[in-house]
């Protein structure tokens, strides 16, 4: 069974950094395109970052990019997000998934599994 498991969301102030983590088990991110998206409320789900199963296309949404790392564990299974220079706009549910494609893509209909989500509160 696959369990994309996030972790590492709170609240954080204008400015600040913050790392996610997703907890992969089920499948391997060496063979599944691994991603992140998120939700803020009364919005549609937007992709952040995605990276291959090889680690060598790794895509960030503009809004993200030049602030944001999207990174692997192979060893530990997981994936992070790093986003540096918080704003209020980063506000929303943070969520993991996978994909079984083999580069990263913004839509969210292609991905296959999803976590649970870990919020994210930009404010001061």
């Known amino acids: 069974q696959v369990q994309l498991i996030e972790s590492g969301g709170g609240l954080v102030q204008p400015g600040g950094s913050l790392r996610l983590s997703c907890q992969v088990s089920?499948?391997?991110?060496?063979?599944?395109?691994m991603g992140w998206f998120r939700q803020a409320p009364g919005r549609e789900r937007q992709f952040v970052a995605g990276i291959s199963p090889t680690a060598r296309t790794i895509i960030y949404d503009d809004s993200v990019r030049g602030r944001s790392t999207i990174s692997r564990d192979v060893a530990k299974n997981t994936v992070d997000l790093q986003i540096d220079s918080l704003a209020l706009e980063d506000t929303a549910v943070y969520y993991c998934a996978a994909a079984g494609i083999t580069v990263p893509t913004s839509k969210d209909n292609e991905w296959d599994c999803w976590g649970q989500g870990t919020q994210v509160t930009v404010s001061s």
């Open positions: 089920g499948l391997t991110v060496t063979t599944y395109t």
